[in-house]
Nanobody, 123 residues
Framework: QVQLVETGGRLVQAGESLRLSCDAS????????MGWYRQTPGKQRDSVAI???????YIDDSVKGRFTISRDNSKNAVYLQMNSLKPEDTAVYYC?????????????????WGQGTQVTVSA
């Protein structure tokens, strides 16, 4: 079983910074891509930033220049540094990871999701 736990979400004022963390635990053989997504009520979950195992990143245009994604492979962790926050960044932020585990001596791959952490940016 694999668990992803996000931390760091809270209420901040516009212009402030936050750092979200996501720790993956369980019987993990390897993790390829890790990413951050966000969702507001009534809307679909959108990608914010993705980082692959080699370190290449994808940053959505809406946060480019303000958000940075990084990962620590030794800790199975991914981080989202959010600077110059705006009210429109308010959302529940989820992390995910493309993980591989060993099950019955076979390697099984799937995408795991965290439970989400609320980020609220006041004007």
């Amino acid at each position: 079983q694999v668990q992803l736990v996000e931390t760091g979400g809270r209420l901040v004022q516009a212009g402030e910074s936050l750092r979200l963390s996501c720790d993956a635990s369980g019987n993990i053989a390897s993790i390829s891509a890790m990413g951050w997504y966000r969702q507001t009520p009534g809307k679909q979950r959108d990608s914010v930033a993705i980082i692959v195992e080699g370190g290449n990143t994808y940053i959505d245009d809406s946060v480019k220049g303000r958000f940075t994604i990084s990962r620590d492979n030794s800790k199975n962790a991914v981080y989202l540094q959010m600077n110059s926050l705006k009210p429109e960044d308010t959302a529940v932020y989820y992390c995910n990871a493309d993980v591989s585990i060993f099950r019955d001596s076979r390697k099984v791959s799937f995408t795991a999701w965290g439970q989400g952490t609320q980020v609220t940016v006041s004007a």
